[in-house]
């Protein structure tokens, strides 16, 4: 329960709102709860009326409440039959009836409302908390999960900010208010009604834990199970070319059945709970009826008929907020368990500090790695080993190496997707863990390795870094691309639409889109990681020969395991295993006759029996 006091901000910022309902519900209760009292006045009424057989009037006048006493005293004064006056107490049965759903509808609008509000609120809250965490967040946590706490989890809790309440307000209001006015007309028969809520309460208090432990266990296989979907869904075509859709088919069943188990054993505690609550209630009723009528026969004076009659009442009111005691725990123990998980992401910070003064600049491009160690948290592997190097303004820089030498690393600590392990990196001689890291980030204009495109049209996918898309831009960035006569091959150009993760494209297009959302931003400093893997090389020819006019005055950093002949570099770094190995220009390394020499011939030799 502890993990639902995260909620306790929501409740404060929409205490307006809690504190009507909340309001509401004791009002609508209370016109509710004066029923059987006006039905108990109409039942001795018309015994005395009719002086019917056997009827003695009760030596204590009934203790009902002012304002019954007052409408009864009304209609007492009025010279109307006992007809008229059944009638008359009637339509103030259907006017109290009218108020308690008005009162209702309002309680409904304030509480239902106010939790819908904190939904909004809280799944902002949760995708918020996910795009400040950093990248090996990501890495270690599977997307569905990410989904299912998002989704389900809030939603579950959205049932407790919601109905719970709504549901444990109305309970507290109607039992309250009726065993006052049950102790009030008859304390000793109030105390037989009420003789099984003891065994109620130690029937809740157990199946409550149990309902906790399975629905934690609910929404982690949910988790395994969206998990298992989502990939799925994402590695289609992998699937289908390695005709792997059964066994696929096999993980998804086999996590599926887990969750059903799981979902099935809470059904089968909560099939046992609610009738087993509607039990006690249907005894309390014949509690009610048998030992009242006793009562009434063995002294008619102290418990009436009308009592009797009242109590019942009482009893079939309290029976759906006395069986929603059930529903409204379980609901809680759910919502917390949800909680639970979300407040595990929330609590979670992100490695990736902003400093509490950050620096603000406009980047020129000057680069300085000093010293630089750094090793990847969740495996453990070092990626970068003592990496020293000073880019000036305006420089064009290759990293070359082959795969899993530190390469990408280099990148992603330069976009401060990660801190160093050990050392310092300076842009224009600012340490980049002083500079305002959103500012940073957007002078950097990147193409990953991995390309990423968003399910939207062509023209968005690339103006995605911009404010505003401007299709000028756009239609430049796709020329310096090498991309825009494909796009005016398709069928709606700019503004056709690209399936999830550029399904409908090929690996080359996508690369090229990528490239030209990096060239729209002009920024000073653009860095290529592995870019033009999935392009031939007469598209690489036409890429690099506009890349070189595009990068005249600006720094930039071309990761790759290729070697650019056409490119001409300012400087080249050769890694290997995290540590540059050598460095300097095409025509210096070729000379040294090294490791970079000998992946240059290995590379035109290929060429040449490509050609």
């Not at 949760?126 to 967040?137: A, E, G, P, R």
């Not at 505690?269 to 249907?282: D, H, K, Q």
Request: aromatic share 10%; charged share 20%; with cysteine.
């Amino acid at each position: 329960m502890k993990q639902l006091k995260a909620l306790n901000k929501y409740f404060w910022k929409y205490r307006v709102r809690l504190g009507g309902g909340i309001l509401f519900v004791f009002l609508s209760n209370y016109f509710n709860v004066l029923s059987p009292q006006i039905t108990g006045y109409v039942i001795d009424f018309v015994q005395r009326s009719l002086s019917v057989s056997g009827y003695k009037a009760p030596q204590n006048k009934a203790n009902y409440d002012i304002l019954v006493v007052t409408v009864t005293e009304k209609i007492e004064h009025l010279d109307y039959n006992w007809v008229t006056i059944v009638a008359i107490c009637g339509l103030v049965i259907l006017v109290l009836a009218l108020l308690r759903g008005f009162f209702l509808f309002l309680m409904r609008q304030t509480v239902i409302v106010m939790s819908r509000y904190i939904e909004y609120d809280q799944k902002n809250e949760v995708y918020k908390h996910y795009q400040q965490l950093d990248s090996s967040f990501f890495k270690t946590h599977n997307t569905g999960d990410l989904m299912n706490r998002i989704a389900e989890d809030v939603s579950r809790v959205r049932m407790f900010t919601g109905p719970a309440i709504m549901y444990l307000a109305n309970l507290v209001a109607i039992i309250s208010l009726s065993v006052f006015f049950m102790l009030k007309r008859d304390a000793e028969l109030t105390l037989y009604v009420l003789a099984p809520l003891p065994i109620l309460a130690i029937t809740i208090y157990y199946v409550n834990n149990t309902i906790n432990r399975k629905s934690e266990k609910i929404q982690e296989s949910l988790s395994d199970l969206t998990t298992n979907a989502q990939e799925s869904y994402s590695g289609i075509r992998v699937i289908k070319s390695f005709v792997q859709e059964k066994a696929m088919l096999g993980f998804f069943a086999k996590n599926s059945e887990e969750y059903r188990k799981n979902a099935i054993g809470l059904a089968r505690v909560e099939a046992v709970y609610f009738p087993s609550i509607t039990l006690l209630i249907g005894l309390s009723t014949l509690f009610t009826i048998m030992i009242g009528g006793l009562h009434h026969i063995a002294n008619p004076d102290t418990t009436s008929l009308a009592t009797i009659v009242e109590f019942v009442m009482y009893v079939n009111m309290l029976t759906f907020p006395v069986s929603a005691i059930g529903l409204t725990a379980s609901m809680i123990q759910r919502a917390a368990a949800s909680q639970k998980r979300i407040n595990e992401f929330l609590d979670t910070p992100s490695s990736i500090k902003e400093p509490a003064v950050p620096v603000e600049k406009i980047l020129q491009g000057n680069i300085s790695f000093k010293n630089v160690d750094f090793v990847y948290g969740h495996t453990g592997i070092m990626a970068l080993k003592n990496f020293n190097l000073e880019i000036k303004r305006g420089e064009k820089v290759a990293i070359v190496g082959r795969t899993g030498s530190g390469k990408s690393t280099v990148a992603q600590l330069l976009l401060r997707m990660y801190d160093t392990t050990k050392g310092t990196i300076e842009l224009d001689g600012t340490d980049i863990k002083q500079l305002n890291l959103k500012a940073t980030r957007e002078q950097i204009s990147y193409v990953p390795q991995d390309v990423f495109l968003f399910s939207d049209t062509v023209a968005n996918n690339i103006s995605f870094g911009l404010e505003k898309t401007v299709i000028a831009d756009v239609e430049r960035a796709a020329r310096q691309a090498n991309v825009d006569k494909e796009i005016a091959g398709f069928s709606e150009q700019y503004q056709t639409m690209i399936g999830e993760r550029g399904v409908t494209l090929s690996g080359g297009q996508k690369q090229r889109i990528s490239i030209a959302r990096a060239l729209i931003k002009e920024p000073n400093l653009v860095i290529f990681d592995d870019c033009l893997s999935a392009v031939d090389a007469r598209t690489e020819k036409q890429i690099i020969g506009n890349l070189n006019e595009y990068l005249q005055d600006k720094t930039a950093i071309i990761i790759t395991h290729r070697i650019f002949s056409l490119f001409d570099f300012d400087k080249i770094v050769v890694l290997e295993d995290g540590e540059i190995v050598e460095q300097g220009t095409h025509q210096e390394l070729v000379a040294r006759k090294g490791y970079y020499a000998g992946l240059y011939d290995r590379q035109q030799e290929q060429e040449r029996e490509t050609e």
